[in-house]
């Protein structure tokens, strides 16, 4: 058993906006984009979240999609109670900064080092940010408790020569 959060519904109703036909391509693995046309703009993936560690923007999405898109920054599973059908345009900003929901710059040049910096919001801070984006659309987060699948290690030995 660990500690979750449920997305519900606010008593006045969730608030979200129904996606927009053509405005996310279903997805293909082999690539991270797909364009409308040649020379036309770039559309996001249906239900892959947009983003940085500010807010992101989900074009096609379900609820579930959202609970997975929030579980990162929440550090921790979110779980779907809204029993809400469909698919939604989702723009989720927790900081203000309307830079977070534009599409990504491309990645920058691997450090020298060849190691990647990883800087993540505490948790406590981005869950109260975000529950303050998630009334503006009617929803909210509550704490649970749920099963979830652990991996344990019992025993660890160094490999022997063949």
């Not at 500690?3 to 693995?29: I, K, S």
């Not at 979240?49 to 074009?59: I, N, Q």
């Not at 579930?64 to 939604?88: H, M, N, Y």
């Amino acid at each position: 058993e660990a500690p979750e959060y449920a997305l519900v519904v606010m008593g006045e109703g969730a608030r979200l906006q129904p996606a927009a036909a053509g405005n996310c391509v279903l997805q293909d693995l082999d690539h991270p984009w797909a364009r409308s046309g040649p020379g036309q703009e770039l559309f996001p993936f249906c239900g892959f979240a947009l983003g940085t560690s500010g807010g992101f923007s989900l074009r096609g999405a379900t609820i579930e999609q959202l609970c997975v898109a929030l579980s990162s920054p929440v550090d921790r599973k979110v779980v779907d109670r809204t029993a809400i059908p469909g698919v939604f345009d989702i723009d989720l900003n927790w900081t203000g900064d309307s830079r977070s929901l534009a599409a990504p710059p491309p990645p920058p040049p691997p450090p020298p080092s060849g190691e990647f910096p990883v800087v993540k919001q505490d948790p406590a801070e981005a869950t109260s940010a975000i529950q303050g984006a998630l009334h503006k659309l009617g929803l909210k987060l509550e704490p649970i408790r749920g099963s979830e699948e652990v991996l344990v290690i019992d025993h660890v030995e160094r490999p022997t020569g063949n």
